[in-house]
């Protein structure tokens, strides 16, 4: 009797083993989608309007210019070009972004630490053109 009872304890325990390492596993593969219009996390958001509102131009990765890009999804803004047209920001990723008002690294530089979320001051309002992230 306890003989078997210790051998379901072992079944279950290797089941749900299993079990967990099939979840870690596709837990993985889960990623965010850029320039879908949507910001996700680990991805650099530039937004149509202030404070965050109208279309995002979302990514995930560099994106030396700007402007063979529009901005997807929903809200005021969709469909118009990113390039030299963005009044928000949130970095939603874990890295710093580095943003440019000309193609290319070109212009004025500036830098958004992880996490961070404003609007655009004047020099570059309606400006970016690039955008890289730093690792």
């Known amino acids: 009797m306890q003989r078997t009872a210790l051998r ?8 749900l083993a299993a079990l967990g390492g099939g979840a ?7 990623s965010a989608t850029e320039k879908n219009g949507y910001l996700e996390y680990g991805e650099f958001g530039l937004y149509y309007s202030p404070d965050r509102g109208g279309a995002v131009f979302d990514l995930v990765l560099s994106d030396p210019d700007f402007s063979n890009d529009w901005f997807p999804g929903p809200g005021n803004g969709a469909g118009q070009s990113a390039n030299d047209n963005t009044a928000s920001y949130w970095n939603n990723d874990a890295y710093t972004w580095l943003v440019y008002t000309d193609a ?30 730093r690792f």
């Open 8 to 15: 379901r304890v072992a079944v279950t325990a290797l089941a």
């Open 24 to 30: 870690l596993a596709t837990a993985g593969s889960a």
């Open 104 to 133: 290319g690294r070109g212009g004025i530089q500036g830098s958004l630490p992880p996490g961070h979320i404003g609007n655009a001051s004047g020099d570059f309002r309606n400006k970016i053109s690039s955008a890289y992230i």
